[in-house]
């Protein structure tokens, strides 16, 4: 299949520009085919910003950027309706989060006010407004930048913000070997505006499209259920994982299948992306931070370790 030839290109173009990274870059890549959310979290200056631009110049698809503020509206997100006084009607102005790729940079940094205007958008790609609704896509993908929650300035995504986001990458400071060819090539500069698109958005619509197809068996499926239902009965958290959320890992590891180029789904498809998928819809009793990077994380890892591999 052509399209799958395409994948294995996107992704060593989008690697020409974020080095030593490919664990992230597969992630993002795996959302994209299974029309999910990204949310990438991390430090300042790690490559959040760089690695959602390469994967949209990679792409042949309309992409817009949004720079969130904390004096942002919705409808400087989603547009305005003005009055035109010679035809004597209003005009619904679109805004930027009509495009196919959008990048939100900086998520956490504007109001809940504002981030929930995104709701609807990502939920069920449409926008609603003065009682009309606009169908956004396809494809349409939100990726969302944020920083730590530490540092100031930012605002707490609530749960059903984060339970949109199908995935939660986190991209890490490089290596040594890795920073020095950063610092000898600078490939966000040199090689950024020379990446042309290996995609068009209708071979990425039908690799969407097959997804569906990857099968998936039933003791996989029961794998799904037991992770979730082990979140929901644990006393170490508040908030389990979610129906959506287990939705999404099921389609998740369909979609990772389809990347390693089988038709069917391995339990090892699940258990590599569940903590990506899983860990950010959850809530810890304690709120506190660790080794594998937040309390809900820590716990779901050990959760996940206690859960049978189907054979």
């Not at 300042?44 to 698809?61: D, E, H, Y």
């Amino acid at each position: 299949m052509a399209e799958i030839e395409k994948l294995g290109k996107l992704i060593e173009q989008i690697e020409t520009v974020l080095l030593g990274k490919t664990d992230a870059v597969r992630q993002v890549v795996v959302a994209l085919l299974a029309q999910g959310h990204v949310l990438l979290e991390d430090v300042p200056g790690v490559g959040k910003t760089i690695l959602t631009r390469s994967i949209a110049a990679s792409l042949q698809c309309t992409f817009n950027r949004i720079q969130l503020t904390p004096d942002l509206l919705p409808s400087d997100i989603l547009g305005v309706s003005i009055y035109d006084a010679q035809t004597g009607q209003f005009t619904f102005n679109r805004g930027p989060i009509f495009a196919n790729i959008i990048l939100a940079d900086e998520i956490n940094r504007t109001t809940p006010r504002t981030q929930s205007a995104l709701l609807e958008a990502m939920n069920e790609s449409q926008v609603s407004a003065d009682g009309q609704t606009y169908p956004l896509g396809p494809p349409f993908m939100v990726i969302a930048t944020q920083n730590p929650y530490e540092f100031e300035g930012t605002y707490f995504l609530p749960e059903s913000q984060l339970d949109r986001f199908m995935i939660r990458v986190r991209i890490g400071h490089p290596s040594k070997d890795t920073e020095r060819r950063i610092l000898r090539t600078q490939p966000a500069r040199t090689r950024l505006t020379t990446l042309r698109p290996v995609m068009t958005g209708e071979e990425l619509l039908a690799l969407q499209e097959a997804v569906f197809d990857i099968h998936m068996e039933d003791a996989i499926v029961d794998y799904i259920l037991d992770i979730a239902e082990a979140t929901r009965r644990s006393a170490e958290l508040t908030v389990g994982l979610s129906p959506r959320g287990s939705l999404s890992l099921m389609q998740a590891a369909r979609a990772a299948a389809l990347l390693n180029g089988r038709n069917f789904v391995v339990p090892d498809d699940v258990k590599e992306l569940a903590p990506a998928v899983c860990s950010h819809r959850l809530m810890a009793r304690a709120f506190a931070h660790d080794g594998t990077g937040s309390a809900a994380e820590g716990v779901f890892r050990k959760i996940l370790e206690t859960i049978p591999i189907p054979q």
